[in-house]
């Protein structure tokens, strides 16, 4: 797998270089000529974007090489993309659309937005042919083809509402009407990816096609055109591309229009709450609703701000974004409490057991911060993307790249629940958005602005990119990030070049320190961009070395079920306890964490893939009762003592099925 | 204050001899004979019920002497009941009549349901009749006055959908409908106190008008009549009751016809979750939707139950009522855990900060809980009836009987919650429903059957009542119950009769001893009741001695918020930490129990009204962290020894504002 995969970035580095030299054929900013500039764009191309702080690079000019992320997107590539594949066809989403090509007798399966989990493969695949050509290239071509036989002459385009399902087409607002635009919205990301992987327009042109030949003259503010509500918010983030790609203004308007609502739709308060759509964006003052339709809606208003620059959006989301952090997400970035309709609850309410927790509203989260920091680089928003990436979004996928976490708990019994893995969910929403979001990782490392470069993440990688000014520019990292602290970066400009070098410190480090070429820098501090703004020249090293002991976190009083508790980190990743880890499987609600201990750290290479484990000296509590009533008399209790074990939460569920605990109780030494 | 109450008591043991007089004149069985034997019956009167197992004695059987409720009653006629007869002057709840009449030219005032109000009040006031004759006659005459004079000739009545909402009457079947028949509900219950206060059959006449003139003509289950949907539960009870008084069996039909919901009315599924009703109680599995009416629900259908005899029914109320002690009940009795919709949670969805737990449905719990110990005779029904009643009911009242609770969290932050008790509400449920089960208490404490009597309570109390074999029997406790365990009861039959006696063991009792005339009973266990079958001679005693060591109770381990964390419950109460009475006003949420350690126990006659506190000496965890962020690293912690001080859990919230909780943190000794 290891020589299978170095073969493969080979062939990524030879992209790479197509796709610079792509780029360099394109006069900056000439919106004329958008089909041509594709191997330059990154996974949101804000580079004409007139609000925005940073620019990304593609995701081709960065490759990871051996390390935590990098076996992951192997797994992803080998296993996961190929296997939701054929599941997908198993279960009859690619024959809807061959049904109506009449080169398959298959009846419409699955839901009304079933075509999104096709397009949302197309995307992850798409973004992998990025850094590993060739694999999914003839599967993303049939499924090209697919649209392209489907689509009706006048562009419309969903197998569920072609043919005897015509009449009930954009018919019911708050649900149907707001699905086609959301398998549109997924289609247009997909087609974004694909035209960014190799240039080719065949999807972007199905997406204009349905836009320009269907959406517009029929839909739209004007008294003459229907009203459209975007009842799961998708379709704002893909029309922003979509103008991002072609320049065209009007699916910019379109995206604006859908984000002030329609007052037209008959929608209940509880519609607009659920929905997060349907009422002007930009009168929202808190997190409520279905998660992952307030994250992507976040997200696409982040997008309208970025060409915009309305201040209102900005207001707005900067409310949200508090109410987010200060109040509504888990420790492990995940988002949304609520089972009943997967929503976030009141501020505050975080239960740990029933916790929501959906794998796409954290990496919804994730997608809205990459925004944010776009539109503010400031890097807390860095900070958020990391913790939603390496513990709340990590955990929905098995370390076998099949199995995959709808819900992520922070706490878990198996007696009292199914398998929180499965291979397939019927709304397989998660599984090909856990997919894209590792295909598209390496996009999320790097920034620039016209000062310079920024350094958002770490991991053993190679950047072959250039500066604003036009300098090209390598940039080496070596580290064990996360399992280790010390992230030694080689920055490496063709020629000496005066420009900025901001590298983000965590805001989890309680320690730093950093040097430029092997001289102390002074001032560090964590949760910051540190900038070295100077003449660089070839083989300049920046190190840095953060803290590493694990903390104890504690939560708000307001936080209810985690009082008397603490979480236990270790730099970005979040830890828990499995029964399996104890001695005598202890369930991790009897054991006590001594909160005045420190925690051994050991790298155990065959455990999970190899994890960094945390042990300590705790107590067990064990309460004598019997166990058939809702409260029952404590006949006694003792503590003894107990090995504390705890596993990197995102490698929870890998096992047998254990009891599962992110918040533990804590003992303390007696002053 | 107890000068003026014994002067009541002789009062009352008048009017108690009156009604004995009373009772005499009447043929047993004799249903046409409805209106004279007011004055022999109970709170539910299931004299004539065919499948009850116990039968109720009127409140004006029972005296209750000084002691614990016999405060809160003192209270509640002195304070309560005065003061909310002003406040609804006040807030225009009996002009809302008088402008129909032309005596008043105050606006309508309140919500669709406010008639509910006076009726609720004027209900409380008749019970509190019973006991204290006199003192709110002349305001329930002015009220009865009211509503002759507003009545329509076709028996419709609601000051709301009188005069210009007239159109809107009868419209809208989830609420407003819904809502129609609630004040209508209230209105029944209203009557038949003041029926059995007083003889009094005026209000009684109104309903029965209501009932017969305008809802039998235009409404029912036949095609040629408009459907009803009982929006929220309350009329049937109130009409079965009414059914019990006239023995009218066109009411218990038309009562079981709302039980059954009709399906020619549109509700959504959310509807008839939330309403409870709208669809056959039979086929409910689990308690669900707002909590009020889901336990008025079941109360009417167990009274149904009582008259019918329909096995459905029974099966239905026992799974309701396993899902409601092994999953969805407060340890103080309360239910509704969820603020939204004032409902049922999932199964062990039981926060502490944000439990609901209104107060009108704790008083349902009790209710239902009465009627099943009528359907069945288990002792559990009692246990639960005590456990709501000296707990999650009692707190709803202030010790001063004018500051009222709607919500009754079992945890509580001052800095992040308005008042938790406040003189009034705008739907100002709670307060007359505290005021009336204070008022009808003497009624829960004796049943009767064929074989003999059932002491359910325990208080300083006189029962002079009779047997069913027609033997005038007195029935003398003596106790300082909940503070303490001892209970004596002398027994006075007019002549020696041969009779069971059962005592009810409390379930929480982990020790019982029980003497007869100072023999000791063998076999003794809690939760039972313990029955002595014998020859009674006038003066025979029996002492029950219950254990009153405080216990600690665990919860379910599916209860999230309450791992590792105990509630302390001592007798019938459940005691919680305020921190006002903790050294250094340490917050409740940093407090831990020692678990190996035994509670001091302590009368206070000074503190809150007179209450044992307990005290132990505690851990007190200091972590120590910044306070301005969601999740926090803590830079170290402590503990140190803290002096734990409980009061019960009803008095809380009767000083200054302080954090309350009712589950502590534990620790123990190490073993």
Known sequence: MEHLNRR?????????AAALAARRSIAAGDSTAWSSDWAAQSVIDTRRSPFTKLHGVPVRAVTLHDGFWQARRVVNMEKSLPTMHA????HGRMNNFRRLMGTSTAKQIGPYYSDSDVYKWAEAASWAEQSDTGLFRADIDAIVKLLEGVQEPNGYLNTYFQDDRKPQRMTDHAQIVGHELYNLGHLMQASVAQYRATGDRRMLDCCMKFVDGFLFPGFGREASKRPIVSGHPEIEMGLIELYRVTGEKRYLDLAGYILEGDSRIPLTPDDIVYLFSGAPFTGRTRLEGHAVRVMYACSGATDYYLETGD??????????WNDLVRAQMYVTGGVGARRRHEAFGDDFELPNLTAYGESCAAIGNMMWNWRMLHATADPRHADVMERALYNGINSGMSLSGTMYCYRNPLAFDPTASGPIRNPWYDTTCCPPNLQRTLAQLPGYFYSTDHDGLYVHMFH???????LESGVPVKVEQTTDYPWEGHVRIVVTPREAAKFALRVRVPGWAKTVRMTMNGAEIPGMSAGKYIEQARLWKPGDVVEMELGMEPQMLVAD????EDQGKVAVQRGALVYCAESIDQAGNIAPRELRVNADAKFAIKRDKDLLGGVTVLEQTGERLSEKSSADALYTAMSGSSAGVAAVRLIPYYAWANREPAEMAVWLDTAADKS
């Open 311 to 320: 201040a209102k959006y900005l207001a707005t989301l900067t409310t949200l």
């Open 557 to 560: 009083r307001r936080v209810a």
């Open 87 to 90: 599941l997908l066809e198993e």
């Open 8 to 16: 493969r970035f080979m062939k990524s580095a030879a992209l790479a």
């Open 460 to 466: 053993n990688s190679t950047l072959d990119w250039k």
